[in-house]
């Protein structure tokens, strides 16, 4: 099980961290990702860390997003900073067990959405 927290209303050009936590004792071994989804729009990769630490992100977000994981907490972390109003979506964390990382196919656990919601 997955479940994210952290989401809220920030102004633009502010700063939110997102958290999942997961259950379970092999959290170390899936790769784990962030997507997000604005309304009306379909479900989009912004980053992912693998289980030996490499990071893919989406250019919309590089330079302003940092995904991080803590093993011994079964935690994944979203730090956004310079948030923008085109960042506004419900943020889904997701676990996998693949050899790539940034596609929706490559994650087999999905937890609820929390919402980020971006001021102009």
């Known amino acids: 099980q997955l479940q994210a927290s952290g989401g809220g209303l920030v102004q633009a050009g502010g700063s939110l961290r997102l958290s999942c936590a997961a259950s379970?004792?092999?959290?170390?071994?899936?790769?784990m990702g962030w997507f997000r989804q604005a309304p009306g729009k379909e479900r989009e990769f912004v980053t992912a860390?693998?289980?030996?630490?490499?990071?893919s992100s989406a250019d919309s977000v590089k330079g302003r997003f940092t995904i991080s994981r803590d093993n011994a907490k079964n935690t994944v972390y979203l730090q956004m900073n310079r948030l923008e109003p085109e960042d506004t979506a419900a943020y889904y964390c997701?676990?996998?067990?693949?050899?790539?990382?940034?596609?929706?196919?490559?994650?087999?656990?999905w937890g609820q959405g929390t919402l980020v919601t971006v001021s102009s």
């Open positions: 997701a676990a996998g067990t693949g050899r790539t990382y940034t596609r929706k196919s490559d994650f087999e656990y």
């Open positions: 379970g004792r092999t959290f170390s071994t899936y790769n």
């Open positions: 860390i693998s289980r030996n630490g490499g990071r």
